[in-house]
DNA sequence: CTGAAAGCGCTAACAC
DNA sequence: GTGTTAGCGCTTTCAG
């Protein structure tokens, strides 16, 4: 890499001329300022981005703290993020939590140290089972806003965007009801975070509001066979002529075990998950979706947190933005 | 963030000598040791990691390019390269290419300018149609090594990862053949990049060797209705009793076509694709796979990468590692 | 044993 | 108009 210094000596100028010109400085004569422009030009001269980043005490980095890559949902919260910061000049850092506390607060350690100016992350399900909050205060306090999506703690103040979890699956339940389906279940995998059990209210609430309706819930294990724990259940309970499906599988599983039964999608049996777009085309018939426009959850963190770290506002003045959910009829509803 | 200046200031000592002490240096006395290990930590001080990289010339961060995060192959890849990377103390930069040259280059130019120490990167579909490479050829000139992986630049030299795609596509269809398979087809939605024209390839060869078979191969374009197209495919292609699927949605969509078609799998139709184990689930029956072990594939590029900027090879010593898939026989094949 | 000083690459206030 | 200098936070040589 070329430095000022370099361009420096070759034109025998001093370094602060240099740097001047390059900065369209008014300072600087015509004539210097088009030499040093030409062999900047010639060098493909880049300013050193760490020797910026000391003298402003910013990066223009961002950390973001996922707990798992592979879940779509977080995948495509990460691609808004990539691109929100990408056009404001942000690079982003990515660590990932793969669900632990422990490395959630590695991350946010490593990269406390200068790294970053601050962060963008989704709770990691342990942190949220063991409800620790204490890291997370203590590098707001150092200086480094947060801003959380989806799986958020109430506690600790800071920028927030969440999905409208109750509503969404109080409203898909709703519709189920309207269709006149009667037996009704949830299916979910995701008991242990927040928004699961957000989901699952929602379900409840609806099926309890109707009369001769009963909950009928079906909790599967991360380590589970899926697609058998499904069978058997509906297997065990019969009738089912309804599923809600809390997360991005079940939904997708339970049609093709309800087409494995011999049922008719959506005749006998409506079907809405969570899945995005292009997992809805792995059923037949396509899946009726709850969207929860991901992209737009990442693209709303960044403007938050890119908001807060060039504005300094007041710590306790923090936003929460909800974005709502679609619902996204396809061929597995009436 | 506290700095040494501070702790000195605070204990009345040099800066050095805090810098010193924090290092364990031999030159430092026992006690001012332990006084300034004691306030530093108290203040939890941690060094700067900017002023650190500058003053290294090292930032011990990997760029990382990616195509697409919403593939899961890639996905997967880049876990495999953060973890990696973590291991040995290095932060990854994520920039997504979302398949375009111009975002190729751009990332590449703006992490060029010291954030990075070296790139690992799986070339974007835009750049392997145009048969682009300046790019990649400036960088790794300018100091900063390369490691490809996957869809790979032949002509650059560089360290490269790759996946046997013809022997895997080649096996997988001899196995349908050994089957008894008699029309079997190959479907692909990846025509454009180097990995899609391998595994036609390899499948060509399978079907060309034996006597009395015939290619039948369908390319569906990003854009189609995947689905619809592969439900007219088999319409028109009377008698079809195999698939081999060169992408990951492929296969799922085909198992789901043909049970559609009130055909019996794995009796009447067998059907082999490139999904990921959680995909596989996502049909019944469960989807015979090629497993391309995206981790490990991440894991060796980020082993390559951290190698060759740990010890400055020779840029004309490079390595090319060939990571095998794996034939994983679920349900939906014999 | 401790401290002063230089230097990594850059910017900006201040001289000249 | 151009140059000198200090300073961002750190390590390291060299003096004391």
């Given at each position: 890499m070329v430095t000022l210094k370099q361009l420096a000596k070759e034109l025998n100028v001093s370094i602060s001329t240099v740097s001047k010109a390059l900065n369209n400085s008014e300072e600087i004569g015509e004539e210097t300022v088009r030499r040093v422009k030409e062999l900047a030009e010639l060098y493909n001269y880049k300013p050193n981005k760490v020797a910026l980043s000391l003298k402003n005490n910013k990066t223009k980095t961002i950390g973001v703290i996922i707990p798992n890559i592979l879940n779509?949902?977080?995948?495509?919260?990460l691609f808004g993020i990539e691109r929100e910061a990408t056009k404001h000049g942000y690079n982003i850092i990515t660590c990932i939590s793969n669900e632990?506390?422990?490395?959630?607060?590695?991350?946010?350690q490593l990269l406390a140290n200068g790294s970053v100016d601050g962060f963008i992350l989704s709770v990691a399900e342990e942190t949220q089972m063991n409800n620790e909050i204490e890291?997370?205060?203590?590098?707001?306090?150092?200086?480094?806003?947060?801003?959380?999506?989806?799986?958020?703690?109430?506690?600790?103040?800071?920028d927030k965007v969440i999905v409208d979890d109750f509503d969404a699956t109080y409203n898909a339940t709703k519709s189920l009801i309207e269709e006149g389906r009667k037996q009704i279940a949830f299916i979910s995998n995701i008991n242990d975070i927040s928004v699961g059990k957000l989901r699952e209210r929602g379900y409840n609430k609806a099926i309890l509001e109707t009369t001769n309706l009963e909950p009928l819930v079906l909790k599967v294990k991360k380590k589970d066979d899926h697609p058998k724990r499904i069978k058997s259940f509906f297997k065990k309970t019969k009738g089912i002529d309804g599923v809600i499906a809390a997360d991005s599988s079940s939904?997708?599983?339970?049609?093709?075990?309800?087409?494995?039964?011999?049922?008719?999608?959506?005749k006998d049996i409506s079907v809405i998950g969570f899945s995005s777009k292009s997992e809805s085309n792995h059923t037949m018939p396509k899946l009726t979706t709850i969207r929860q426009h991901?992209?737009?959850?990442?693209?709303?963190?960044?403007?938050?947190?890119?908001?807060?770290?060039?504005?300094?506002?007041?710590?306790e003045d923090v936003k929460t933005k909800i974005v709502k959910t679609s619902l996204v009829k396809n061929k597995s509803t009436l």
């Open positions: 779509r949902f977080l995948a495509k919260v632990s506390l422990e490395k959630e607060k590695e991350g946010l890291h997370f205060k203590k590098t707001i306090s150092q200086g480094l806003p947060i801003v959380m999506f989806d799986r958020v703690a109430h506690d600790v103040l800071c939904g997708i599983i339970a049609i093709n075990v309800a087409v494995g039964f011999g049922l008719k999608v959506p991901a992209k737009v959850i990442g693209a709303h963190a960044a403007q938050l947190l890119i908001n807060r770290m060039q504005n300094t506002l007041e710590d």
